[in-house]
């Protein structure tokens, strides 16, 4: 086997779900049992993506093969990488400082209304996360202190 074009294609989360869950179902329908590495990888990944911090947790899931060049097609005005815009398919930020963890330099190339924007098309075509998953990822990853509170 000989690789033509390295890394030719970047892949979601939502993706790699996708194709390991219809792997997994393949091995099932053929009754047959995989390679033992490969089914405790198959396990572990789609166990981490079904995560209930994970935006694919979400029942029912609100992404779709459709959702992907929807996205990419309502957010092209903003000209944002492909790395950009993969993070923002993976992590699904609902919020404008969620956002600026995944765009470059985002105060110095976008204005405030304009990353409100970004947020609603992210809301509106993925679906907004629902508040106690958001709440419970916020509480896993720690708190932001102020300096208030760190005096306390």
């Not at 892949?11 to 490969?38: C, G, I, M, T």
């Not at 993506?49 to 459709?66: E, G, I």
């Not at 309502?74 to 944002?80: E, H, M, Q, T, V």
């Not at 993969?86 to 985002?106: C, F, G, K, Q, W």
Request: overall charge negative; glycine content about 2%; proline content about 7%.
């Amino acid at each position: 086997m000989k690789i033509l074009e390295a890394q030719n294609a970047v892949l979601s989360n939502f993706e790699v779900h996708k194709h390991v869950a219809e792997q997994s179902a393949r091995y099932k329908q053929k009754k047959r049992r995989p390679p033992p590495n490969s089914a405790t990888i198959m396990r572990e990944v789609l166990q981490y993506m079904t995560d209930k911090a994970n935006p694919l947790s979400q029942k029912p899931s609100t992404y779709s093969p459709a959702a992907i060049p929807k996205l990419m097609e309502r957010l092209r005005p903003y000209d944002l990488s492909k790395g950009e815009l993969v993070m923002i398919l993976n992590l699904r930020p609902a919020s404008v400082p969620a956002l600026n963890t995944v765009i470059e330099d985002m105060t110095d190339r976008f204005e405030y209304e304009q990353q409100e924007e970004i947020v609603n098309i992210i809301a509106e075509v993925l679906g907004a996360f629902p508040q106690e998953a958001a709440a419970e990822q916020t509480a896993e990853g720690g708190d932001d202190v102020t300096m208030e509170d760190a005096a306390k």
